[in-house]
């Protein structure tokens, strides 16, 4: 057969046309070329299937976290340097060169080194993994969200008819018969187990009636449990908005999943008990609560009896007209306190008002006039003189014979003449313009 002429074909796979195809052996001897100008490259699988034919072992690698598988084939001498035999079901990392079987078109992967996955391996895996994430703080103790108290309905995620689902649904239901729940039955082992569980996680997520989450699942080995470490469903966990609790295996099993839940429980069954609430232990709280709220009000209405009892007694309650007329008689002794006081402030004054009149009446010219004694005042003026009509008459030049005089007496006035100077045994007082004092000796008004 004639090779066709190569420089006629069209240099890309673009500008092929119906009227100018590539022959099928050139384009797979491009994606050949293309293929094969890819790196080795480490990549980790789980072994489906193995077959030894003479030096070649062929093998089928199947992701383990998804449903992709790939063939690949080994060598004798790769094989040979293996630790210990691998089998189906083992995990393994290989380096992998990419090939193309130009005959058939068939893509596989040459197996240029391979090493078991062992427990060591996993946990040290798995270990990298709980530091990453815990140093992003996704296990801190504030990202923790409460559980309800009481929750209406629960999302259960488990294996498909599991011991788990039973446990949790027969010890739910017999702590509290009404809970209700929303159940999510996935595979929870193999590679299909994180997809199903994040999309049974986001479905009861969104649910606005579910309370809490619990993801179940019972005992199994390392690589059983593997799922429940797997860094996007531990993301998916920790961006939840309800709370979620990881009941995964026994106690001593510790997938990453417990450190971001916000609540651990270590079994299926411990789980249900810290969901839902004992229905008969709540009764009996409620029982207890009832008989102290009735004590305690017994005791308050029995306290404050008594303490109205008491005030009750009180004089100023018991008999209140005593609080008045104590009042009142000291009002009545305050009363005649102030009376008294004024009454004799009124009469210290009536004294000494007394006592000044009697001082002033003393004093006065008509006291003197009462007692025989008289005034003489000039009738009218004396020529001659400055004496002027009315003025006291104190030494009888001041009268000449003749004058006419005025004598005031104590009731009444007389009109008198002077005769002129007699002569008197009696000396004359000092002439004084003050009133004549009471010893002055009483003139006679028939004295002229």
């Known amino acids: ?38 790196p080795q490259v480490w990549i980790e699988g789980q072994v489906i299937e193995l077959n030894r034919r003479g030096q070649t072992a062929y093998l089928t690698l199947r992701d383990v976290d998804a449903e992709i598988s790939l063939p690949a084939s080994a060598w004798g001498t790769v094989m040979a340097r293996l630790r210990e035999p691998i089998e189906r079901g083992s995990r393994v990392v290989a380096l992998v060169k990419p090939e193309m079987w130009l005959k058939t078109g068939r893509l596989t992967m040459a197996v240029r080194d391979m090493r078991p996955v062992g427990l060591g391996d996993l946990l040290a895996r798995i270990e990298r993994l709980r530091q990453a994430l ?20 629960i999302g259960l995620i488990t294996g498909r008819d599991s011991d788990a689902k039973k446990d949790v649904l027969r010890n739910a239901a017999l702590r509290w018969p009404a809970v209700q729940f ?35 699942r019972g005992g199994g080995s390392l690589e059983d449990l593997l799922p429940f470490s797997n860094e996007s469903l531990v993301r998916a966990v920790a961006e939840a908005v309800t709370p979620v609790v990881s009941a995964i295996g026994h106690e001593a099993d510790r997938p990453i999943l417990d450190d971001v839940a916000d609540l651990r429980a270590s079994t299926p069954t411990d789980a249900a008990k810290r969901i839902v609430p004992d229905v008969t232990e709540e009764l009996a709280r409620v029982r207890q609560c009832r008989e102290r709220f009735e004590r305690q009000v017994r005791l308050l209405v029995e306290r404050e009896s008594d303490r109205l009892a008491s005030i009750r007694s009180r004089p100023v309650l018991s008999c209140p007209d005593t609080m008045v007329e104590g009042r009142h008689d000291e009002l009545q002794r305050l009363r005649g306190r102030s009376l008294a006081a004024v009454s004799t402030a009124v009469a210290r004054a009536s004294d000494g008002v007394a006592h000044l009149r009697a001082q002033m009446r003393a004093l006065s ?48 006035e007389l009109a008198a003449r002077s005769e002129g100077t007699q002569p008197t045994a009696v000396p004359h007082a000092p002439r004084s313009n003050a009133t004549p004092s009471p010893t002055t000796p009483k003139e006679d008004p028939r004295d002229g």
């Open 1 to 38: 057969m004639e090779e066709p002429d190569l420089s006629t074909l069209p240099a890309r796979a673009a500008d092929t046309t119906p009227e100018n195809p590539w022959p099928l052996h050139v384009l797979s001897r491009k994606l050949k070329e293309h293929i094969e100008r890819s």
């Open 134 to 153: 815990g140093s992003e703080g996704l296990f801190a103790d504030h990202r923790k969200r409460p559980l309800p108290m009481l929750p209406h309905r």
């Open 182 to 216: 929303e159940i999510r039955e996935v595979a929870v082992q193999g590679a299909s187990a994180v997809s199903e569980v994040l999309g049974a996680l986001r479905e009861l997520d969104a649910l606005a009636e579910v309370d809490v989450i619990v993801i179940a």
């Open 365 to 412: 010219p008509q006291q003197t006039l009462d007692r025989g004694y008289a005034v003489v005042q000039l009738a009218a003026g004396v020529a001659g003189t400055e004496a002027h009509p009315g003025a006291v008459v104190f030494d009888p030049d001041e009268a000449p014979a003749g004058t006419a005089l005025r004598l005031r007496l104590a009731r009444g």
